[in-house]
């Protein structure tokens, strides 16, 4: 099956500088590779999504890029401000398999 | 619309007893799914369903049931509690199925002592 390895565990960087953060998976079948923020005691939810037929998509602050071949995706934050600290994980799923997560980065942008 | 509504949001069970964390969701969503999350193991799956009366296994189902009667609810099922079992479980639906946003409760803390 699946598996999603993220690196790294735990990021601080300075408010107004740019967090990435990456992922790799195993299975080449998988084409669906979302990202989700959880703030402190919240549930996760959704920040931004990319399919395998494409290679980079943006929204505002935030952009995730796939490399296929290399099985690896990584979601990047320009100018993070405080509100951007929480925990980001990145998943993987083929079309007929459910999502598999990796295990997390806890971000923490220091004001 | 409530989204996806998870209770009980805390519980303390003494090992070997059974519980039921109840799920519904009010978005005709026909995926539904249940994970844990523990510290530093991130969200692993324990069972989904991709519509009423169907279920199947995900990541770490031993020790847990469920089933699916209805498109609008997905309880899970902890028949003999275990220490091991205590987690934070949170419920997700999805109008995709299997590669669609996840929409997720608000989570239920379950300590066994």
């Known amino acids: 099956g699946e598996n999603v390895e993220q690196h790294p565990s735990t990021l601080s960087v300075q408010e107004g500088d740019s967090a990435v953060i990456k992922c790799t998976y195993s299975?080449?079948?998988?084409?669906?590779f979302p990202w989700y923020k959880q703030e402190l005691g919240k549930r996760p939810q959704l920040i931004i999504d990319i399919r395998s037929n494409v290679g980079e998509k943006k929204d505002q602050r935030i952009a995730v890029t796939l490399n296929k071949t290399a099985k690896h995706f990584s979601l990047h934050i320009t100018e993070t401000q405080p509100e951007d600290s929480a925990v980001y994980f990145c998943a993987a799923s083929e079309r007929n398999t459910p999502l598999v997560f990796g295990k997390g980065t806890r971000l923490s942008v220091i004001a | 619309n409530a989204g996806v509504t998870q209770t009980p949001k805390f519980q303390v069970l003494k090992t070997g007893q059974s519980m039921t964390l109840q799920c519904a969701q009010d978005?005709?969503?026909?995926?539904m799914s249940w994970y844990r999350q523990d510290p530093g193991m991130g969200l692993r799956l324990i069972h989904y369903s991709v519509g009423a009366g169907i279920t199947d296994q995900g990541e770490v189902p031993n020790g847990y049931n469920v089933s699916r009667s209805t498109t609008e609810d997905f309880p899970l099922r902890l028949l003999s509690a275990a220490p091991s079992q205590t987690s934070v479980y949170f419920c997700a639906s999805s109008s995709r199925g299997l590669t669609g946003e996840l929409f997720f409760g608000e989570g239920s803390r379950l300590t066994v002592l």
């Open positions: 299975d080449s079948a998988s084409n669906y």
């Open positions: 978005m005709n969503h026909e995926y």
